[in-house]
């Protein structure tokens, strides 16, 4: 349906804006695709295969890296396939107009509580969830939630710069 397609066209998209997609954005001082666009990360057991899948407005494509004979790439989709995807998608995209939106049904934002649906209490870990014309969210998070540890994460291109 129409509010199928739009809900998870929307919820890929956080894939790019909050996620592992969002290397196709830049990666290693090289900037990638950053015009509108919603994909998905993958990256199999032992990091054997590494792919990326998404579109834009006017493409979609998908991206694979691995071996005939399975091998561990030692690294994951977010340093490899995202990259890569952006910054083709950049090349196939440079002439063309920038797009402003995708065709089908505009979904409104809400963000809420990352754990409970609800609406934060102040405490919670939001996230950016895309809600059909006149869906109303559960009511607000009763949790209160503990501030959130800090974790340092480095990436490929990182790990490598300092060795």
């Known amino acids: 349906s129409e509010e199928t397609a739009a809900l998870t066209r929307d919820l890929m998209k956080s894939v790019i804006l909050q996620g592992?997609?969002?290397a196709s954005r830049s990666a290693?001082?090289?900037t990638g695709f950053t015009g509108l666009?919603?994909?998905k990360t993958g990256t199999t057991d032992k990091n054997k295969d590494l792919w990326f899948v998404g579109s834009t407005p006017t493409?979609?494509?998908?991206l694979w890296l691995g071996y005939d004979?399975?091998?561990?790439l030692k690294a994951s989709s977010s340093d490899l396939a995202a990259p890569l995807w952006g910054w083709w998608m950049k090349a196939v995209h440079t002439d063309l107009p920038r797009e402003k939106r995708f065709k089908g049904m505009e979904l409104k934002v809400k963000y809420l509580c990352s754990e409970s649906g609800g609406y934060s209490n102040g405490s919670c870990k939001t996230l950016p969830i895309p809600v059909l014309p006149g869906q109303k969210s559960?009511?607000?998070?009763?949790?209160e939630h503990p501030p959130p540890e800090k974790t340092?994460?480095?990436n490929l291109w990182r790990r490598?710069?300092?060795e």
């Open 20 to 22: 592992t997609g969002g």
């Open 28 to 30: 290693n001082g090289e």
């Open 37 to 39: 666009a919603f994909g």
């Open 59 to 62: 493409y979609s494509s998908a």
């Open 69 to 72: 004979q399975p091998l561990n």
């Open 138 to 143: 559960k009511q607000r998070c009763k949790t």
């Open 152 to 154: 340092t994460y480095k």
């Open 160 to 162: 490598l710069g300092e």
